[in-house]
C-alpha cells in the first residue's frame, strides 16, 4: 500500500511539474540529476568528497540547460562531455565519469523534448510510456509468470512482462494518437520503448548487484532511491528525443 500511495503522489508531482512550466520542469530534472549522481556515486563506492566534486561538475551543464541561459542543445551536450572528462581526469574514477553521461544525456533529453512546440504532449508520452511498461509488465508477470529473462540479474523479470509491458506501452501510444494527435511515428514506436525502459531495469539491477545493495537510495518509501525509480526513463528519453525532434523522421 505504501509503494501503491507513493507511486501515485510521484506521478502526481510529474504531472504537474510537467504543465507548470519551462523552469519549473527544469528545476526538478536538475534536483533529480543530482540526486541521481549521488546515488550513482554510492554505487561506484565513492569517497564524499569526490561524490560532491562529481556533483559539482554535472551541475555546470545542468545550470546552462535552464531556459533563461542556453538550453538543451549542442553547446549544453559539449558542456556535459566536458563534465565527463573533467571527472575522470581528476579522480582517475571511469565509472564515476560515466555516470555524468548517464544521468545528464536523459535530463538533456527531456528538457529537450520539453521545450518543443507540443512538448506537454511529448513529455507526457515519454514518461506515461514508461509508466505504462511497468503496470504492465507487472500485471502480466503475476498473473501469467513463466520462463525468466535474467534471472541472474534481476530475478522477477519475465518474458511475459516484457510482452505484456509492450502490450499495454502500444496501447497507451494509440490512446495518445487518438486524444492528442501523437505523430504515427511516435505511436509506432511505443511498444518498442517498452523494450529499451526494460534494458534500463536491467542495467541498473546489475549495478545494484555489482555493489551488493537491495536499492541505490532510500528517498521514496516503497520504492528506494531515485534511479530505482527513474531506471527506465534513463535510456528511454534519449530515444524518445531522438525520434521527437529529427524531422526527418516525420511520416
Known amino acids: 500500500m505504501l509503494r501503491i500511495v507513493v507511486g501515485i503522489a510521484l506521478i502526481a508531482i510529474a504531472l504537474a511539474t510537467i504543465v507548470a512550466g519551462d523552469i519549473a520542469f527544469w528545476v526538478v530534472c536538475v534536483a533529480l540529476g543530482l540526486l541521481m549522481m549521488a546515488e550513482w556515486s554510492d554505487l561506484m563506492k565513492t569517497p564524499p568528497s569526490l561524490k560532491r566534486l562529481a556533483q559539482f561538475a554535472l551541475f555546470v551543464p545542468l545550470s ?3 531556459p533563461i541561459m542556453a538550453g538543451p542543445g549542442f553547446f ?5 562531455i566536458g563534465a565527463a572528462f573533467f571527472i575522470v581526469i581528476v579522480t582517475q574514477r571511469p565509472m564515476l565519469a560515466a555516470g555524468a553521461i548517464y544521468v545528464g544525456m536523459p535530463t538533456l533529453a527531456l528538457l529537450a523534448i520539453r521545450e518543443q512546440k507540443e512538448g506537454i504532449v511529448f513529455t507526457l508520452w515519454v514518461l506515461a ?18 520462463p525468466k529473462i535474467a534471472p541472474a540479474i534481476s530475478p522477477n523479470k519475465t518474458w511475459a512482462g516484457l510482452i505484456g ?20 511515428r511516435l505511436t509506432l514506436t511505443t511498444p518498442f520503448l517498452a523494450v529499451v525502459a526494460q534494458a534500463g531495469d536491467f542495467y541498473e539491477s546489475w549495478l545494484k ?3 551488493g545493495v537491495k536499492d541505490s537510495g532510500n528517498i521514496f518509501p516503497g520504492h528506494g532511491g531515485v ?13 524518445a528525443a531522438f525520434l521527437v525532434i529529427l524531422p526527418r523522421f516525420y511520416f
Open 64 to 66: 546552462v540547460m535552464a
Open 76 to 80: 549544453t551536450l559539449g558542456l556535459l
Open 129 to 146: 510510456s514508461v509508466w505504462a511498461c511497468d503496470i504492465g509488465a507487472y500485471t502480466a508477470g503475476r498473473l501469467i509468470g513463466g
Open 165 to 184: 509491458g509492450m502490450a499495454f506501452a502500444g496501447v497507451f501510444g494509440a490512446a495518445m494518437h487518438h486524444a492528442y494527435g501523437l505523430p504515427l
Open 209 to 211: 548487484r555489482r555493489a
Open 227 to 239: 534511479l530505482d525509480r527513474l531506471d527506465g526513463l534513463v535510456p528511454v528519453a534519449p530515444v
